[in-house]
């Protein structure tokens, strides 16, 4: 079963489409044009371009990046406490066992990832 989109997922998708189409907007770039320098369909376009769509695989976001002259960087940060603190008191909170599984794998993914 696929894990759910988290909000953060959803951020980070929406800025680099925001980046992106800035990019587009600035070299007055259609997505016929976009779709060319990317060579594939102006449908993939839009669908990379479409903040709902969660199902873009990074490659192709990387892929319309490039094609405007963005580079991609990605960096990992542990939680601030705070964070792990939020995830916590809901995990305290919830009556659910598989949102309860789901916020402790948040957790523990956090508290490690710094490692």
């Known amino acids: 079963m696929p894990s759910p989109t988290l ?3 959803i951020e980070f998708k929406r800025s680099l489409i925001s980046s992106i189409q800035k990019k587009m907007h600035a070299e007055r770039l259609s997505v016929s044009a976009m779709a ?3 060579g594939t369909a102006r449908t ?3 669908r990379i371009l479409d903040a709902r769509n969660t199902s873009i695989t990074f490659r192709s ?3 319309a990046a490039h094609a405007v002259g963005l580079k991609i960087k ?3 940060e542990p939680m601030t406490p705070a964070e792990l603190g939020k995830l916590a008191t809901q995990l305290a ?3 659910r066992v598989g949102e309860a599984r789901q916020i402790a794998g948040k ?3 956090g508290f490690y990832s710094g490692s």
Do not use: C, G
């Open 7 to 9: 909000p953060s997922d």
């Open 36 to 38: 060319r320098r990317m």
């Open 44 to 46: 993939a376009v839009r």
């Open 61 to 63: 976001m990387s892929r």
């Open 74 to 76: 990605l960096v990992a």
């Open 93 to 95: 909170k919830t009556k």
């Open 107 to 109: 957790i523990t993914e």
